[in-house]
């Protein structure tokens, strides 16, 4: 009797221990404990230095700590979703991507980041190194399945340490374990984070080149201390929208006039040709909401005499989106910042007539948001996709007043993590919202006296 009790009781406890490995999304919150996983600390004060000092420097690093998103999600997401029960659900799930041991531990909300819990650790080694697999066909929404615990998982056969188990992993190394978290629906069931599935459809998945191959590398280096060097150490760098260095060069820009020479009163033609020739994925992508990048053409007269000019119109639906203009937008942070007048902000906060290249998020009401979670339909998508290459013409009537001589004409993409006008607005440091240079180029007309 005693050991039929025993049994009754082992196979409960590995049911159940089953029962909570194959939970994953909403379902996963509060299935873990914090102590399950190790500390990044652990595994690289003597193990892995290397990998954990790249780590110290990235994004994953600081999901849940950095400035932005501390202030998006207390100042916003928080005290929206306790208002609204349509996006209740956000108060939890922002976590399962921004702080997953947090979200799988049901500690929602967690400590703000001055309070230095271990939801600070972000996005951190054991997260990513016990994820085994993910629920249903389309990785996203932190649909993976979290089994943490002594075995590791990574990418190589037989490797060997003296603190946990190793396993080799297939899924650690596809571009679908990345989509767990960089494919988003909204409670709207719109898509706000697309970033896998737009590699998925382009020319990169097609020619086998994954996530890992563009935002990790190979480099030579050691897996951790004492072990030989290696040839193809995957760098745990992830470099990516936050990085000036990874975002410049993204884009080629080549500018060309109809005519070389041209009298003041004359019009000439100018074609701003834009390749994609570096992302394996839409430009910009991920939060495509807040990133904002555009184009700006300058010409300037041999006297230093500058003139903005304006892009032409294309005439399809949405475009207004594109085409930057002194109007407001994100009337709805009015909800959780409890302004239930709130006209809005600023919209673009850049040169008007400048070209945006966008996709635009649309909130219940079809006013553009900031607040991805609110979304509820999108506008027209004009990113520039994996190896596509945009036109863009400025027609311009030289003014009386430019100088005879040479005039040159320079065009240049911007690129901002944040539009200025919301980190102005928001408090956040206006670092986020830095101008990073993509791309330029420049071209020469002769002004004829």
């Keep these: 009797m005693k050991y039929w009790t025993v049994f009754a009781l082992s196979a409960l406890l590995l049911s159940t221990g089953s029962a909570q490995q194959k939970k994953a999304g909403d379902e996963a919150l509060g299935t873990r404990m914090y102590d399950q996983f190790d500390k990044p600390a652990f595994c690289g004060t003597s193990c892995h230095i290397d990998f954990y000092r790249q780590w110290q420097q990235s994004m994953m690093a600081q999901a ?19 208002k609204d029960p349509k996006v209740a659900g956000v108060k939890a799930g922002c976590n399962g991507c921004h702080t997953p041991m947090a979200f799988l531990a049901g500690d929602v909300p967690p400590p703000r980041p001055e309070a230095n819990s271990r939801a600070n650790e972000s996005v951190s080694c054991d997260v990513c190194h016990t994820i085994t697999g993910f629920s249903g066909d389309t990785p996203y929404n932190f649909n993976y399945y979290s089994e943490p615990g002594r ?130 994925h839409k430009f910009p992508s991920g939060s495509a909401e ?8 300058e010409a300037t007269d041999a006297k230093g005499r500058a003139y903005h000019l304006p892009v032409d119109k294309k005439g399809f639906a949405g475009e207004e989106f594109t085409i930057a203009a002194n109007t407001l937008a994100y009337q709805d942070m009015g909800i959780p910042l409890n302004l239930p007048d709130f006209q809005g902000i600023q919209r673009d906060g850049i040169p008007e007539g400048d070209r945006i290249f966008r ?72 670092e986020e919202a830095e101008r990073i240079e993509v791309n330029m180029h420049s071209t020469q007309l002769n002004i004829l006296p």
């Design 64 to 82: 849940y700590t950095h400035h932005w998103d501390e202030i998006e999600y207390f100042k916003l997401a928080v005290p929206h979703a306790e």
């Design 359 to 430: 996709l635009p998020y649309l909130d219940p009401q079809g006013r553009m948001t900031i607040m991805q979670w609110n979304t509820a339909s999108q506008a027209t998508d004009y990113r520039i996709g994996p190896r596509e290459t945009k036109l863009e013409t400025f027609t311009w009537t030289v003014p009386a007043t430019c100088a005879p001589g040479p005039l040159t004409v320079k065009a240049t993409m911007y690129y901002q993590k944040l539009p200025a006008p919301v980190a102005e607005f928001l408090g956040v440091p206006m």
């Design 151 to 280: 075995t590791k998982f990574g990418r190589r056969e037989g490797a060997v340490s003296p603190s946990h188990e190793t396993r080799k992993s297939d899924f650690i190394t596809t571009a679908e374990f990345c989509g767990t978290c960089h494919n988003e629906k909204s409670p709207y069931d719109v898509w706000v984070k697309s970033t896998h599935l737009e590699w998925k459809a382009g020319p990169y998945a097609r020619e086998g080149v994954r996530c890992q191959d563009c935002h990790m590398t190979k480099g030579e280096g050691r897996l951790a201390a004492l072990t030989p060097v290696v040839e193809d150490a995957w760098q745990h760098l992830f470099h990516g929208a936050h990085d000036p260095g990874k975002v410049r060069g993204t884009i080629e820009v080549r500018i060309h006039p109809d005519v070389r020479e041209i009298e003041p009163g004359e019009r000439v033609k100018l074609t701003v040709a834009l390749f994609n020739q570096k992302t394996g």
């Design 290 to 297: 807040e990133r904002l990048v555009w184009l700006h053409v």
